[in-house]
């Protein structure tokens, strides 16, 4: 933290009264003299939102273990209002700091002290996860949460004093929660689906009639895995993905934000051909350099509806971007691959069985447009 200065203030002393300028610097002398120092960005919001977390979110009981993992490139001031939030509440909170894993998922493997970190999260009553290498569908991760049945992970990877602030500590769960209720009961219902967006992708897709579709909420306090609210995701006939899926916002991993965007060709929901520019290619590299066929299958298909989320190249946040659809490639449930990474595509529209509930990432059907506009995104 770096000392008060007087360049914090945003007025010029020319423009005060006498008086008032008088005030003003014996003031900052005074401060200056004592070594006080002005709170950082976002200090009182975060603690906030970090209370929202474990007494809402989590709803953290008194003496149980809540195991908080970080690496070298997280946020140190979320971890340590995290543990402040969880030590208030009475449990035991438990840091983890790692060294940044070369790859994510699967690909963390070789890096991660596989045992100990299992060892820990087996004794553990709830987890939450804000490495930016994430730990999410890697051996640690599946053994903590098939080892531990009681474990409630939540998974906030990447995440940043910014992004919890608006993602997190200034969202409305319950309007949100009637909003994601509905646009899950519209697409549960619906088997035929179009995807379009201004940049170039059309894509269509059967759904299963007994199909598995969630929405994230936010919410660890039942055992299991959990994500940050505001995404709803289902995985579709695979075989009847076809179409062109275009990224415009953002590929993680390997690539982050888009400099420009990157055009899949679809057929019987594998990517036969990848088009665009660098980028293009760099991903078509990191895709074949794991010499596995299902790196090149879809898994799962998303809405993102976070009323703060904004694209930043995070993806746990970008893939919640109000209106966007991402497509997950690769790892998914009953079907492993070599890793898993997530696709952004900003700005959609979609039809289900025929008719369109968004138009380039606004709501047209009058229900959800109504709960929108309550949310502040109509």
């Known amino acids: 933290m770096k000392p008060f200065s007087l360049k914090a203030f945003p007025l010029k002393l020319g423009v005060l009264p006498i008086a008032e300028r008088k005030t003003l610097r014996l003031t900052y002398i005074s401060i200056k003299r004592e070594g006080i120092e002005m709170p950082k960005w976002y200090e009182f919001e975060l603690g906030k939102a970090a209370d929202i977390l474990t007494r809402e979110l989590f709803k953290l009981k008194e003496g149980e273990v809540f195991v908080i993992t970080a690496d070298t490139e997280s946020d140190e001031r979320v971890v340590e209002a995290t543990a402040r939030a969880a030590f208030a509440c009475g449990a035991k909170p438990m840091v983890i700091w790692l060294a940044s894993p070369l790859g994510v998922g699967k690909a963390a493997d070789p890096m991660l002290p596989i045992d100990a970190l299992v060892g820990a999260l087996r004794g553990a009553d709830a987890w939450v996860e804000f490495n930016n290498e994430w730990l999410l569908y890697s051996t640690v991760y599946e053994r903590a949460l098939k080892e531990n049945p009681r474990l409630r992970y939540l998974c906030l990877v990447g995440m940043n004093a910014d992004m ?113 520019g660098r980028e293009a290619i760099e991903f078509e590299r990191w895709l074949k350099s794991f010499n596995d066929p ?32 991402e497509w997950g490639i690769g790892s998914f449930r009953g079907r492993p691959a070599a890793t898993h990474c997530d696709g952004i595509c900003l700005n959609s529209s979609v039809w289900l069985d025929g008719e369109q509930i968004l138009d380039e990432g606004r709501c047209v059907h009058p229900e959800l447009a109504e709960l929108a506009r309550k949310l502040g995104k109509q």
């Open 294 to 325: 299902n790196m090149f299958k879809l898994a799962h298909i998303c809405y993102g509806f976070n009323p703060g989320a904004k694209l930043t190249g995070n993806i746990v946040e970008d893939e919640r971007v109000w209106g966007c659809t």
């Open 164 to 276: 919890m602030v608006r993602c997190i500590g200034r969202i409305d769960y319950q309007l949100l929660g009637e909003f994601l209720e509905k646009i899950t009961e519209l697409t549960r219902n619906a088997r035929e689906m179009r995807v379009t967006t201004p940049a170039g992708c059309d894509v269509t897709f059967q759904n299963p009639p007994d199909m598995r579709i969630g929405y994230s909420l936010g919410y660890a306090d039942t055992p299991g895995s959990h994500m940050m609210a505001g995404q709803i995701g289902w995985a579709p006939i695979y075989e009847t993905i076809n179409g062109k899926i275009v990224f415009d916002g953002s590929v993680v991993p390997p690539i982050g934000l888009l400099k420009e965007p990157i055009e899949l060709t679809i057929e019987k929901g594998e990517i036969v051909e990848v088009k665009g």
